[in-house]
């Protein structure tokens, strides 16, 4: 019953460095999102993906790629990580029915010094 | 543009409470709202979500109700437990499928 999966859970980066975050969902849903959330503030969309094949830009997309590489991975790349990436990641899929909720992953840590 | 805020920012209640969280958006027009709840280092469950047709939803000791006109909803707890201690979310959906805004949250502490 694995629902989202986010690898890896926790990476610490120097400014510059590049990174992918890995997301897979097993629930056949369509649509799969990238959020950030930082403290203080809500989760903020920053790539989405109705489908595979298709990505479009969210709220924060800056400093970000996204790759739908299949229906069940959607991924995320930090070509150039700055300080002001550092935050906690969130991946999300959902259905396409329209009164279905988004399934979460548990996040990932990233903090660039 | 849209934007969501919850009040209040935090809360703590002896168990056995009754309460209410707030949560405000600034454009009614939204597709729907959902509440989530979010443990420590963990993501987000969600708990309940309203059409933009509806007026409430509810599930065991949760309803929400939502106001599309006023730009409000709210989430009421009934009898809280300690288990209920996590953060509480708002998010409205503003196109299918396409644009989520979430509130800041509410972190809820119950005292046993």
């Known amino acids: 019953n694995a629902g989202v999966t986010q690898t890896p859970k926790f990476q610490v980066l120097k400014t510059g460095q590049s990174m992918t975050l890995q997301c897979a969902q097993d629930?056949?849903?369509?649509?799969m999102y990238w959020y950030r959330q930082d403290p203080g503030m809500g989760l903020r969309l920053i790539y989405y993906s109705a489908s595979e094949g298709t990505t479009d830009k969210g709220e924060v997309p800056n400093g970000y790629n996204v790759s739908r590489l299949n229906k069940r991975e959607f991924s995320l790349r930090l070509e150039s990580a700055a300080p002001s990436q550092t935050s906690v990641y969130f991946c999300?899929?959902?259905?396409?029915?329209?009164?279905?909720?988004?399934?979460f992953g548990d996040g990932t840590r990233l903090s660039i010094l | 543009k849209q934007e969501v805020t919850q009040i209040p920012a935090a809360l703590s209640v002896p168990e056995g409470e009754n309460l209410v969280l707030n949560c405000s958006f600034t454009?009614?027009?939204?597709?729907?709202l959902q509440w989530f709840r979010q443990d420590p280092g963990k993501g987000l469950t969600s708990l309940l979500l309203i059409q933009s047709s509806q007026r409430e939803q509810t599930s065991g000791r949760l309803n929400a109700s939502l106001d599309k006109s006023s730009g409000r909803s709210t989430l009421y707890i009934a009898a809280s437990q300690p288990g209920d201690s996590a953060t509480y979310l708002c998010a409205v959906e503003l196109n299918y499928g396409q644009n989520f805004v979430f509130g800041p949250g509410t972190r809820l502490s119950v005292l046993p």
């Open positions: 629930m056949n849903h369509n649509s």
């Open positions: 999300a899929s959902s259905d396409d029915r329209y009164d279905q909720p988004q399934h």
């Open positions: 454009d009614s027009a939204i597709y729907n």
